[in-house]
């Protein structure tokens, strides 16, 4: 099994699959691989088969029994028992699972790549502009992105404008750490402290 990395804290769990099996290799390690495979035959995907496989048999590691995953009108996943709180994220060769009993949770991991140099106009405020570090700037950009996302999965559609609705306060990017973030769209402007590990394959933050 390829649980890559597993975090259990008091108020929520979380941990990342890397992708290495086969998909009779996932099939096998659940109680019924028939109905398992009845309820992806919507996918066609070679490699969003796999996905839709490791986030569930991840899913399975955290909780020590299997969970049926459903999706709200707006994508975001629930559980079916109503156990916990769930949020799920993926990127090439990983998926990440987050989970917590008591309160809405968000996760979100992404490649390391320098397309992102690109984009950061698109998301970003002119005061996050102004605090990013030149000497780690993909790393920077890619945590400020994942963060904005891992927000987002928490609260919703309400701040789907990430340039004018979500703000992250500057801080020095390391190998792990957290900083805090805000939203910016309602009159409590909310805010979260967010997590985050950067690894040579990619950045995660969890909220």
């Not at 891992?150 to 792990?176: S, W």
Request: glycine letters at 6%; aromatic letters at 14%; charged letters at 25%.
């Amino acid at each position: 099994m390829a649980v890559f990395e597993t975090h259990i804290e008091t108020d929520y769990r979380w941990g990342i699959w890397k992708m290495e099996e086969t998909e009779d290799d996932l099939l096998s390690l659940f109680s019924d691989p028939s109905q398992i495979k009845e309820k992806m035959q919507h996918l066609s995907a070679k490699g969003r088969r796999l996905e839709w496989l490791s986030v569930r048999t991840l899913l399975k590691s955290l909780c020590g029994e299997e969970k049926q995953i459903e999706y709200y009108p707006s994508g975001m996943p629930y559980l079916s028992d109503q156990s916990f709180y769930i949020s799920i994220s993926h990127t090439r060769g990983y998926v990440a699972v987050i989970l917590s009993a008591q309160k809405k949770v968000g996760i979100d991991i992404e490649q390391y790549g320098e397309r992102i140099l690109k984009l950061g106009a698109k998301f970003l405020n002119e005061q996050e502009i102004k605090a990013i570090n030149p000497d780690k700037e993909v790393y920077h950009l890619l945590l400020y992105w994942s963060g904005k996302e891992t927000v987002f999965k928490v609260l919703g559609e309400q701040v789907a404008d990430f340039k004018k609705y979500l703000l992250i306060e500057p801080f020095v990017p390391e190998e792990k750490g957290l900083f805090n973030a805000k939203e910016l769209k309602t009159d409590a402007q909310q805010s979260f402290l967010v997590y985050y590990q950067t690894h040579p394959d990619f950045v995660i933050t969890w909220c």
